[in-house]
């Protein structure tokens, strides 16, 4: 039996966004430069604590959102991804985050908010390749954040939250390659999308392209799970992932 004289311990919560969109076909993460301790002058998600006790962990989600971009949080696909609270990941006492993944189509440059020096677009590759480092746990976030998004793009529709309400085949095809880091072959990619049903569907117009044929428009449509699935390429290891994995197995023996 627990001592009547116990008393719960004091953690805080937070929500962190993992905002991704596509810049110049390119799959880029929103970050800002915090303006103050801890990590001042490092980069990290946007995010911050419950705004009061009665704000819901989506509401405040969807807060940060609209602060963070100055876009309306209704237009961006929101999820939440995962809770993350290891002892001794935040200086500042034991403090919880509930991060969310947030994506939408060509998002204008951001605003800083209250608690950030700066903010700005960062290619994910160069977060994911730790050449641009993040402060807290937030590298293992964004990692995840981009894992999900890629996992999902080969089962579910979420490839059009990265497109605008009218999109061309080529245009959906470039959101694959940017997210999955991957080249694909057009006329394959062209065949595997429309032997989904209910993926995409035809917005019975075209748009003038500068050379060829113009290109024909589609919108999003009713179905939400691809089957088949547009399975991922399995890509070659990285020289520091092949590193990685030899340090393991030698572990292992």
């Known amino acids: 039996m627990r001592d009547e004289s116990w008393l719960p311990p004091s953690v805080l919560l937070t929500v962190d966004l993992v905002i991704l969109t596509l810049r110049e076909g390119r799959l880029c993460v929103l970050l ?35 602060e963070e971009t100055a876009v309306d949080a209704g237009q961006f696909h929101l999820e939440q991804l995962a809770t993350y609270g ?20 060509r998002l204008p440059d951001p605003i800083a908010g209250t608690d950030a020096a700066d903010a700005s677009w960062v290619p994910a590759e160069a977060v994911l390749s730790g050449e641009v480092r993040l402060a807290f746990d937030h590298s293992r976030i964004v990692a995840d954040g981009i894992e999900r998004a890629r996992t999902k793009l080969e089962f579910s529709a979420l490839a059009t939250a990265f497109c605008e309400d009218l ?40 748009r003038r392209t500068a050379v060829g044929r113009p290109a024909r428009l589609f919108r999003a449509g009713p179905t939400t799970m691809l089957f088949p699935p547009l399975t991922r390429p399995v890509l070659p290891l990285t020289e520091q992932q092949a590193k990685e994995l030899s340090e393991q197995t030698k572990e292992w023996e």
């Open 86 to 105: 290891d002892p001794g990941r935040d200086p500042r006492g034991r403090i919880v985050s509930v991060a969310h993944l947030a994506i939408a189509p």
């Open 32 to 66: 800002v430069k915090r303006g103050k301790e801890p990590f001042a002058g490092m980069q990290a998600l946007p995010g911050g604590f419950l705004d009061h006790v009665g704000e819901t962990i989506s509401d405040a989600a969807r807060r940060e959102l609209g």
């Open 167 to 206: 999109f061309t085949i080529a245009e959906l095809r470039q959101v694959y390659e940017a997210v999955w880091g991957v080249t694909l072959d057009t006329r394959n990619f062209y065949r595997k999308v429309q032997a989904v049903e209910g993926f995409i569907v035809s917005a019975g117009m075209e």
